[in-house]
């Protein structure tokens, strides 16, 4: 057991994680993240992309709305944007995959620099209500996207889903060939970010959301820095949008109403706001969460029949009653539960 | 100039109908400083309780209406005993969070019970036309109207005259002022949301006649809420009514004069939104105590 902090040089106490039990917790996922995909069935490799897809929105959200502390409503639009610039790129030029999804991405953080313009005046409510009115400008100009090009929805021809020439598709299973990129682009997230905010434009990042008038007072730029946030934000919420449409190979409209900006909200208040590993925990808790009710209701559908009828509104009681209770009994999200379950081992048995 | 007088009625009885949701809305945010997204769920609830009272149950239309209004009164409490107060002193974003968590569990009450399929509405607006400066305009768009006024009118003589309207008056002026002056706050704020819940039930209930039907799309109305808001100033009634107004009318006009397969009157109100924040963030009548940055 770990009992205090010994570090005898600079380096070690700089390190990202420095005790072995947080080496030993990560070496025990990625193991687990590389063998899990050797088991596991097409449907929970599918689960796995999503959530791992989820979690790279999640994470750019949580830059914003965790680190930086601007509440953005317009999650939904910029995945959007990043899903549908990297569709249009492959359907209509037919770029291969490892270049429209990041092209996709960088157009994703200009349009969110753009749309992170109000937060020059704005702050706090009025600025949700600023992002809530990209979304709805987002989703308009998608639903009448004859300017576009796009109908009811825009497919991506498989063939482009290839990585400098290497089809998706060539293994035969594509959840398994995807499953890699997804979650090798949520390592290299994960690892961005962590360290993100361990630099001057992170410490910046987090000095805003912590009071903006003393952030400014001792030198951060409050207009450079917050739009950056949204800047580096919604590049996240491109990727993931990018690899959905690559992904998915059909994308709609649909499947990026303010709901879905909602359910990346839900995810990072459920998971933990300001934190990593949180954003994770949240998109997978909210990605199991329905799949979770509808194989319950498969299970109970012999006892209750009607059951299968009721489901949908199941799934959304559930979410909307799991966001409640999170914000009543557990504000801090899935990551403070976990760190009490540390807390509790480590301190045991004087728990004091 | 026929088609003017119907876009300029239809938006006035819309505009009427969203300052009513606007006005429930400003009524929360004034009081306690909470931004409600699941004001739309409150409209879908009151629409939907009319449906079960009137056509469900039988009851004569005017006992249904008031007994749904009193329902969705007791709904407004209930949410706000139940899912508001443990979070005071919470961050915006929190209590953001919490009425859209609210908005999705109401939406699930509401499918679970009555289902999504649209139904059709009990009728009690007269659905005739009658004919102004040439144009054929319904009755069921100036009766909305004209509720909406009594409402209007009915509400601000409880805030002038009523005990409990002077109390909520003072705690939207200054919290803690009220608080040390004997006024219960937590009262004020049970009574914010009642009659939220209920204006918003009344504009659910003027939407489902118009529409003639209640199905789920009523909800929607009540993301329009946040233009009329913004445009007429947070914290102000008398900017909400405006507020309003105005943007069921540049809906209406947005939607009749350019081209039709553009869809302009859904987004019109949130590009004035953005420009309104933009311009004049705290609106038209709105208290300027923005902090700026």
Not at chain 1, 304 to 332: K, R, T
Not at chain 2, 262 to 288: A, N
């Given at each position: 057991?770990?009992?205090?902090?010994?570090?005898?040089?600079?380096?070690?106490?700089?390190?990202?994680?420095?005790?072995?039990?947080?080496?030993?917790?990560?070496?025990?996922?990625?193991?687990?993240?590389?063998?899990f995909?050797?088991?596991?069935?097409?449907?929970?490799?599918?689960?796995?992309?999503?959530?791992?897809?989820?979690?790279?929105g999640?994470?750019?959200?949580?830059?914003?709305?965790?680190?930086?502390?601007?509440?953005?409503?317009?999650?939904?639009?910029?995945?959007?944007?990043?899903?549908?610039?990297?569709?249009?790129?492959?359907?209509?030029?037919?770029?291969?995959?490892?270049?429209?999804?990041?092209i996709?991405?960088?157009?994703?953080?200009?349009?969110?620099?753009?749309?992170?313009?109000?937060?020059?005046?704005?702050?706090?409510?009025?600025?949700?209500?600023?992002?809530?009115?990209?979304?709805?400008?987002?989703?308009?100009?998608?639903?009448?996207?004859?300017?576009?090009g796009?109908?009811?929805?825009?497919?991506?021809?498989?063939?482009t889903?290839?990585?400098?020439?290497?089809?998706?598709?060539?293994?035969?299973?594509?959840?398994?060939?995807?499953?890699?990129?997804?979650?090798?682009?949520?390592?290299?997230?994960?690892?961005?970010?962590?360290?993100?905010?361990?630099?001057?434009?992170?410490?910046?990042?987090?000095?805003?959301?912590?009071?903006?008038?003393?952030?400014?007072?001792?030198?951060?730029?409050?207009?450079?820095?917050?739009?950056?946030?949204?800047?580096?934000?919604?590049?996240?919420?491109?990727?993931?949008?990018?690899?959905?449409?690559?992904?998915?190979?059909?994308?709609?409209w649909?499947?990026?109403?303010?709901?879905?900006?909602?359910?990346?909200?839900?995810?990072?208040?459920?998971?933990?706001l300001?934190?990593?590993?949180?954003?994770?925990?949240?998109?997978?808790?909210?990605?199991?969460?329905?799949?979770?009710?509808?194989n319950?209701?498969?299970?109970?559908?012999?006892?209750?029949?009607?059951?299968?009828?009721?489901?949908?509104?199941?799934?959304?009681?559930?979410?909307?009653?799991?966001?409640?209770?999170?914000?009543?009994?557990?504000?801090?999200?899935?990551?403070?539960?976990?760190?009490?379950?540390?807390?509790?081992?480590?301190?045991?048995?004087?728990?004091? | 100039?026929?088609?003017?007088?119907?876009?300029?009625?239809?938006?006035?009885?819309?505009?009427?109908?969203?300052?009513?949701?606007?006005?429930?809305?400003?009524?929360?945010y004034?009081?306690?400083?909470?931004?409600?997204f699941?004001?739309?769920?409150?409209?879908?609830?009151?629409?939907?309780?009319?449906?079960?009272t009137?056509?469900?149950?039988?009851?004569?239309?005017p006992?249904?209406?008031?007994?749904?209004?009193?329902?969705?009164?007791?709904?407004?409490?209930?949410?706000?005993?139940?899912?508001?107060?443990?979070?005071?002193?919470?961050?915006?974003?929190?209590?953001?969070?919490?009425?859209?968590?609210?908005?999705?569990?109401?939406?699930?009450?509401?499918?679970?019970?009555?289902?999504?399929?649209?139904?059709?509405?009990?009728?009690?607006?007269?659905?005739?036309?009658?004919?102004?400066?040439?144009?054929?305009?319904?009755?069921?768009?100036?009766?909305?109207?004209f509720?909406?006024?009594?409402?209007?009118?009915?509400?601000?003589?409880?805030?002038?005259?009523?005990?409990?309207?002077?109390?909520?008056?003072?705690?939207?002026?200054?919290?803690?002022?009220?608080?040390?002056?004997?006024?219960?706050?937590?009262?004020?704020?049970?009574?914010?949301?009642?009659?939220?819940?209920?204006?918003?039930?009344?504009?659910?209930?003027l939407?489902?006649?118009?529409?003639?039907?209640?199905?789920?799309s009523?909800?929607?109305?009540?993301?329009?809420?946040?233009?009329?808001?913004?445009?007429?100033?947070?914290?102000?009634?008398?900017?909400?009514?405006?507020?309003?107004?105005?943007?069921?009318?540049?809906?209406?006009y947005?939607?009749?004069?350019?081209?039709?397969?553009?869809?302009?009157?859904?987004?019109?109100?949130?590009?004035i939104?953005?420009?309104?924040?933009?311009?004049?963030?705290?609106?038209?009548f709105?208290?300027?105590?923005?902090?700026?940055?």
């Amino acid at each position: 057991m770990q009992s205090g902090t010994f570090h005898t040089t600079y380096a070690a106490d700089m390190a990202l994680r420095p005790y072995w039990p947080q080496r030993l917790r990560i070496a025990l996922v990625l193991v687990a993240v590389l063998v899990f995909p050797w088991f596991a069935d097409r449907y929970w490799l599918s689960l796995a992309n999503t959530i791992a897809i989820a979690a790279i929105g999640a994470i750019g959200l949580n830059i914003l709305v965790g680190y930086t502390g601007q509440i953005s409503i317009g999650q939904g639009g910029f995945l959007a944007v990043g899903a549908f610039s990297a569709g249009l790129m492959a359907a209509r030029l037919d770029m291969p995959m490892w270049i429209t999804v990041p092209i996709a991405s960088l157009f994703t953080a200009v349009v969110g620099a753009f749309f992170g313009l109000p937060s020059l005046r704005l702050k706090g409510l009025y600025l949700a209500i600023a992002t809530l009115a990209a979304q709805e400008i987002i989703t308009w100009v998608l639903t009448h996207g004859k300017l576009l090009g796009i109908g009811e929805s825009l497919s991506i021809p498989r063939e482009t889903s290839n990585i400098f020439g290497i089809s998706m598709t060539a293994i035969g299973n594509p959840d398994f060939a995807f499953y890699w990129v997804t979650v090798g682009s949520l390592i290299l997230t994960v690892l961005f970010v962590s360290n993100l905010f361990r630099s001057r434009v992170g410490r910046a990042f987090v000095a805003i959301r912590d009071q903006d008038i003393a952030a400014q007072v001792i030198g951060v730029d409050l207009f450079r820095y917050k739009l950056l946030a949204f800047a580096t934000s919604s590049f996240f919420a491109g990727l993931a949008g990018a690899l959905t449409a690559h992904y998915r190979g059909i994308i709609s409209w649909e499947r990026f109403t303010i709901d879905t900006s909602i359910l990346y909200l839900a995810m990072i208040i459920i998971g933990g706001l300001g934190s990593v590993s949180g954003s994770i925990y949240g998109a997978a808790f909210i990605t199991l969460l329905p799949a979770l009710l509808s194989n319950l209701a498969r299970l109970l559908s012999g006892a209750v029949p009607q059951i299968n009828s009721y489901l949908p509104y199941m799934q959304q009681g559930a979410f909307g009653l799991a966001i409640i209770l999170f914000l009543i009994f557990e504000p801090e999200g899935i990551v403070k539960m976990w760190r009490n379950v540390k807390d509790y081992f480590r301190l045991w048995p004087f728990s004091y | 100039m026929e088609k003017l007088v119907q876009l300029t009625m239809s938006g006035v009885a819309n505009g009427a109908i969203f300052a009513l949701v606007a006005l429930g809305f400003v009524l929360i945010y004034k009081s306690s400083d909470v931004i409600n997204f699941a004001q739309g769920e409150l409209l879908l609830i009151g629409a939907y309780l009319t449906y079960m009272t009137v056509e469900q149950i039988g009851l004569w239309w005017p006992a249904g209406v008031v007994v749904a209004v009193l329902l969705a009164a007791v709904v407004g409490v209930l949410i706000e005993t139940l899912v508001l107060r443990p979070l005071i002193g919470e961050p915006a974003i929190s209590v953001i969070m919490v009425t859209i968590g609210l908005s999705s569990l109401l939406r699930a009450i509401v499918g679970a019970i009555w289902g999504v399929t649209p139904r059709p509405a009990p009728q009690f607006l007269p659905r005739d036309t009658m004919t102004i400066f040439g144009a054929s305009v319904g009755v069921d768009k100036i009766w909305a109207i004209f509720l909406a006024l009594v409402l209007f009118a009915l509400l601000t003589l409880f805030f002038r005259f009523s005990r409990e309207g002077i109390a909520m008056r003072a705690v939207a002026d200054d919290q803690q002022a009220a608080l040390s002056m004997g006024i219960s706050v937590k009262r004020v704020w049970a009574v914010a949301w009642a009659i939220a819940a209920v204006t918003a039930a009344v504009g659910g209930i003027l939407l489902m006649s118009i529409f003639g039907g209640v199905s789920g799309s009523i909800a929607r109305v009540g993301l329009l809420v946040f233009p009329v808001v913004i445009l007429g100033g947070l914290d102000s009634i008398p900017g909400a009514i405006i507020g309003g107004l105005i943007i069921g009318l540049l809906q209406s006009y947005a939607g009749g004069y350019l081209p039709p397969d553009l869809g302009m009157g859904e987004v019109v109100p949130f590009i004035i939104l953005l420009l309104i924040l933009l311009v004049r963030p705290y609106g038209l009548f709105g208290q300027r105590f923005i902090e700026r940055v």
